[in-house]
């Protein structure tokens, strides 16, 4: 059986449980940073779906209750941000939105692909707060996603990143439609779009290589 970090079986654990959490929630008619951004006490239902997520995932739910010291820890992290605010996250790379009736799969499509916006650090919150509310209103994409707080060795400098995705980098209406609504806005610097074909291919921008296919 192979060893796994305590650390990373947290991060592991965390991130399963807030896909849980989001998703019952979500089923409830609630979006998890609606609740918190609106300081709605929701103690209630967060027991009951870690209980059910520690029935589920044992092992998981111990790691957790042992690193944050019980459930109402877990639950004011939360509240105070993790999970639900970029700068505010330090157990996940990235925050995920998808758009209503999206499967959760469909950003790994080989036809998707994203418009990528670059951000210092300290624009990152409010920038995500509009892509994310947005994408929720079925304005942009099929989903968004942001980096976090914490720190990955992927990042190549300290700039945050938040991906837009269309379901289908072929359809250049669709395309040009989201880029568009991200200039409504605010987003008015050029951007570029990336399809997931250079992205499975590990292709990144370095100097004399374009990898982008749309910029706009």
């Not at 970090?5 to 929630?25: C, I, M, R, S, T």
């Not at 520690?54 to 019980?70: C, M, T």
């Not at 942009?140 to 938040?162: C, E, F, R």
């Not at 269309?166 to 990336?194: H, I």
């Amino acid at each position: 059986m192979v060893e796994v970090e305590p650390e990373a079986l947290v991060d592991v654990a965390y991130g399963l449980f807030e896909l849980a959490l989001n998703k019952e929630l979500l089923a409830e008619g609630n979006y998890l940073f609606h609740l918190v951004e609106t300081r709605v006490d929701f103690k209630d239902q967060f027991v009951a779906i870690f209980l059910q997520f520690g029935n589920e995932y044992p092992q998981l739910s111990e790691a957790l209750l042992v690193k944050f010291g019980g459930i109402d820890q877990i639950y004011e992290m939360i509240i105070d941000g993790e999970g639900v605010t970029p700068s505010g996250t330090t157990r996940m790379y990235w925050i995920i939105q998808e758009a209503p009736s999206v499967a959760p799969d469909a950003i790994e499509d080989e036809l998707a692909g994203k418009w990528l916006i670059f951000l210092p650090a300290d624009q990152v919150d409010e920038a995500w707060k509009k892509v994310r509310d947005a994408t929720c209103a079925n304005i942009l994409g099929i989903s968004a996603k942001v980096s976090t707080k914490k720190p990955n060795p992927d990042s190549k400098d300290q700039m945050k990143v938040i991906y837009v995705y269309t379901a289908d980098w072929q359809d250049e209406a669709e395309v040009m439609r989201v880029r568009e609504e991200l200039r409504k806005l605010g987003f008015m610097d050029r951007l570029g779009y990336k399809r997931n074909i250079e992205t499975f291919k590990g292709e990144y921008a370095q100097k004399g290589k374009r990898v982008t296919f749309y910029s706009a």
